[in-house]
């Protein structure tokens, strides 16, 4: 099944041009000019992944996104105006998989489109799959310290039983960690795992993710037990042997 796009600018060439362009590369793609109409979009529709410009009258795409995160798994892409860096920032924080820059060339939105898609599972054709017949799986699980990571459910755990909520782009990071653990590995090298393009902004980006990461998993982020800095070179996450099952 196709994987299911929605684009909400409030720029009708923008919008038209971006779904026509996108469309045409093999998506399934539904245009709303407002966040009020993605709402209305989404009480019928599931989706993969949204591009949401952020300078919206009324309701902006920040909010909008923190809204469709809580309604259902999907990539999102914000879109902000140039120079407009605090909105990438606040953007990445709240959970954001990639923004692009406006005024953008529609091939390096496609790029991005198909980057995130990658990381992201198809809501959409899971929906519409019918259900697999109920079987065993021994998950793959790691252990740090009071915490476990589920990998197959992509589930994290606190000291207290209850679930962390990671956003999917969080999780991504962690799962290079966990994989690649005691190893340092460059912001080049996470990047290219996570599927980033390899330049400043992703470079911020990465270093955004890996601050959240922290808040959530570090008893004490300032002086983190688990994921450290190596200065100049990236980072390590220190997994003492013997800690997965």
Do not use: C
């Amino acid at each position: 099944m196709r994987s299911r796009i929605a684009v909400v600018d409030d720029e009708p060439d923008l919008r038209d041009a971006v779904a026509e362009y996108l469309a045409a590369s093999g998506y399934d793609v539904m245009t709303a000019a407002s966040a009020a109409e993605m709402r209305e979009l989404v009480a019928v529709h599931s989706f993969d992944l949204a591009i949401l410009d952020i300078a919206m009258p009324g309701e902006d795409g920040l909010a909008l996104g923190r809204w469709l995160r809580s309604q259902m798994p999907l990539g999102i892409i914000f879109a902000t105006a140039a120079g407009t860096s605090i909105d990438r920032i606040v953007g990445l924080e709240l959970g954001a998989d990639d923004y692009i820059v406006k005024p953008y060339e529609l091939r390096e939105l496609l790029a991005r489109v198909r980057s995130v898609l990658r990381r992201v599972p198809p809501a959409s054709a899971a929906a519409a799959a019918p259900p697999a017949p109920a079987k065993r799986v021994a998950n793959k699980i790691i252990s740090f310290g009071s915490y476990s990571a589920d990998l197959d459910g992509r589930l994290v755990i606190g000291p207290d039983g209850s679930s962390i909520e990671l956003a999917k782009s969080e999780f991504d990071v962690l799962e290079v960690f966990l994989t690649r653990p005691n190893r340092l590995l460059t912001r080049s090298a996470i990047s290219e795992a996570i599927g980033f393009s390899e330049d400043l902004e992703s470079s911020r980006a990465l270093d955004i993710r890996i601050m959240r990461l922290r808040k959530k998993i570090e008893p004490d982020p300032a002086s983190p037990r688990f994921l450290k800095t190596v200065r100049g070179e990236g980072y390590v996450f220190s997994l003492p042997g013997g800690e997965s099952r």
